[in-house]
């Protein structure tokens, strides 16, 4: 495609997009769920197929040298098949919030005022690598009611190609618009720049991936974005806490995976509870061959740990995510600085505080200015799908509309609705 072909190729996504989110805003609930439910029938029938598609990707990705790990993320193992299947079958099962009216209000006029759940209308997603995203964002689509545009990572286009084919076919059987849904077809990066820059056809963008993607979609979208850039999350262990929980749960945060967003990559110790609990949780880390980034008392304390692997805390440690087997560590004197360290340096992602002081805790849920805050458990929790939101779409660090794990609730928004009976304002 040449650029005027580009070009009106994402004027044409849009003008359909729009076209359809009218047909799905009307859409009923069991229509929707006739949708969902024709979807995943669809992902297990076509398993071997789909995965016929998934190999073409895989053996370009291993020829370009992709590591084993980004590999990894591009199967549609028949699990990962069954579990997206399955997440379109909780979706169906979930109650439909649309039209949904709350707070409705009689007022001293004799109208009565309320607010209405509605779709957003036509969002665009933008995701790198794992295609598994192509059906929790199409699914999650259909069940708020919205059209939208997905544009995944070129790696994995001719996966996201044939799941895209499964969900156009099961609205269509469904009796809904296929182009409820639409994949962008070419790899080229500028198709993007166009769909995020058309105010007319797309309500909001939604970028999943990597730090250098979300931050070119932030700075040239002429739309809202949902987005978070970083997650620095922090784990801060009280004085009082309990020792033993506070070692189970730091351990988790930091090592049950080490990639996601919402992994512990900075661990805050107040100075009562150090002597005890750092030894501990060093022997842990250096069992699993984490390196800890320490300031000079957690290092003191830390240096007769055997196999410990120490390294000085820098001014930058204390912000990064390493998404990695590494954490920052740092003794602090108490709850006032450590909710000043993680509101300094955080990225307002994800920060639990461990406890056994009932006032300690409150404070620091009031106090930290994160999208999740918690109390004794781990940041790894922070999550659409362990929220109960049935899916996500992303997680959203911003203030306005969406915050947190945004699932079906962040994809709508509200609209006032206004009862009378001939009132007439005076």
């Not at 016929?52 to 291993?62: F, G, S, T, V, Y």
């Not at 044939?162 to 469904?174: K, P, T």
Request: include cysteine; charge should be negative; proline fraction near 4%.
């Amino acid at each position: 495609m040449n650029a005027l072909n580009i070009a009106e190729y994402a004027q044409t996504l849009g003008v359909q997009a729009r076209q359809a989110s009218a047909a799905m805003a009307r859409a009923s609930a069991a229509t929707k769920n006739q949708a969902l439910r024709a979807l995943a029938r669809l992902l297990r029938e076509q398993t071997g197929p789909l995965q016929a598609d998934n190999a073409k990707d895989i053996a370009r990705a291993e020829a370009a040298g992709l590591s084993a790990p980004m590999v990894d993320r591009l199967k549609l193992t028949p699990k990962v098949l069954d579990t997206v299947a399955l997440g379109c079958e909780q979706l169906a099962a979930m109650p439909d919030l649309i039209g949904e009216i709350s707070g409705m209000q009689q007022q001293p006029s004799g109208i009565r005022v309320g607010q209405m759940r509605v779709p957003l209308g036509v969002f665009a997603m933008i995701f790198e690598s794992r295609p598994n995203v192509t059906i929790e964002a199409a699914s999650l689509s259909i069940k708020s009611g919205n059209a939208c545009i997905l544009r995944g990572g070129s790696e994995a286009i001719e996966s996201n190609k044939a799941l895209a084919r499964l969900v156009q076919q099961a609205l269509e059987e469904a009796g809904l618009p296929a182009d409820a849904v639409q994949l962008v077809q070419t790899t080229d990066r500028e198709a993007v720049g166009h769909l995020i820059a058309m105010p007319e056809h797309v309500d909001v963008v939604i970028p999943r991936g990597g730090k250098g993607l979300i931050e070119r979609i932030s700075r040239e979208a002429k739309v809202p974005v949902i987005k978070h850039l970083d997650g620095n999350c922090h784990v801060y262990v009280d004085d009082p806490c309990d020792i033993a929980m506070a070692v189970t749960v730091a351990d988790n945060a930091k090592t049950q995976k080490y990639s996601p967003c919402n992994a512990a990559e900075g661990l805050l110790v107040s100075r009562g509870v150090a002597a005890e609990f750092l030894p501990k949780i060093g022997a842990v880390y250096a069992a699993k061959g984490v390196e800890m980034r320490c300031d000079a008392e957690a290092a003191a304390i830390l240096a007769g740990v055997a196999g410990a692997q120490l390294v000085p805390a820098t001014e930058q440690d204390w912000s990064e995510e390493y998404l990695a087997p590494v954490i920052a560590v740092k003794v602090v004197g108490g709850l006032d600085e450590a909710i000043a360290h993680i509101n300094r340096y955080g990225s307002h992602h994800t920060d639990a505080i461990l406890t056994r002081d009932h006032v300690h805790a409150q404070r620091f849920l009031r106090e930290v200015d994160s999208a999740s805050v918690m109390v004794n458990t781990s940041t790894r929790f922070a999550d659409g799908f362990e929220y109960g939101l049935g899916a996500e779409i992303g997680i959203s660090t911003d203030k306005f509309h969406a915050r947190g794990p945004v699932g079906l609730l962040g994809l709508t928004s509200l609209k006032y609705v206004v009862l009378g009976n001939g009132e007439t304002r005076h």
